[in-house]
Nanobody, 122 residues
C-alpha cells in the first residue's frame, strides 16, 4: 500500500524560503513520477512542480525560477523548496505519486498525501 506523508509546512515571512517534504511508504517510490500540488482557500488545486523517476522536472509558471523539486530515492522522499515566498503562495501543499509526464506536462497519479499548510505572512 502506498502512503504519502507531507511535512515541513509552517508560517514564513514574505521573501523567505521553505522546503516541504513528502515521504513515501514504499521503495516503489523510485519508479514513481511525483507531483506537488497546492490548494488555496476558495481555489482549485493546482500543480506546482513535478519530477520524473529519471529526474526530469516541470514547474508551474507561478513558481518558475523560485521553486526547486528534488528527490532522494534512498529516503523515498521528494522535496519542494520555494524561495522568495509571496503571500499568494499560501496554500495547503500536497504530494502526488505515480503520475506521468506527457508533452512536458505532469498528469496526476492515484496517490495523495494529506497535505501540509504553508502560510506566507508578515
Amino acid at each position: 500500500q502506498v502512503e504519502l506523508v507531507e511535512s515541513g509546512g509552517g508560517l514564513v515571512q514574505p521573501g523567505g524560503s521553505l522546503r516541504v517534504s513528502c515521504i513515501c511508504s514504499t521503495s516503489i517510490f523510485r519508479v514513481f513520477a511525483m507531483g506537488w500540488y497546492r490548494q488555496a482557500p476558495g481555489k482549485q488545486r493546482e500543480l506546482v512542480a513535478a519530477i520524473t523517476a529519471g529526474g526530469d522536472t516541470h514547474y508551474a509558471d507561478s513558481v518558475k525560477g523560485r521553486g526547486t523539486v528534488s528527490r532522494d530515492n534512498a529516503k523515498n522522499t521528494v522535496y519542494l523548496q520555494i524561495d522568495s515566498l509571496k503571500p499568494e503562495d499560501t496554500a495547503v501543499y500536497f504530494c502526488n505519486a505515480d503520475g506521468w509526464m506527457a508533452d512536458g506536462e505532469y498528469h496526476e497519479g492515484g496517490y495523495w498525501g494529506q497535505g501540509t499548510q504553508v502560510t506566507v505572512s508578515s
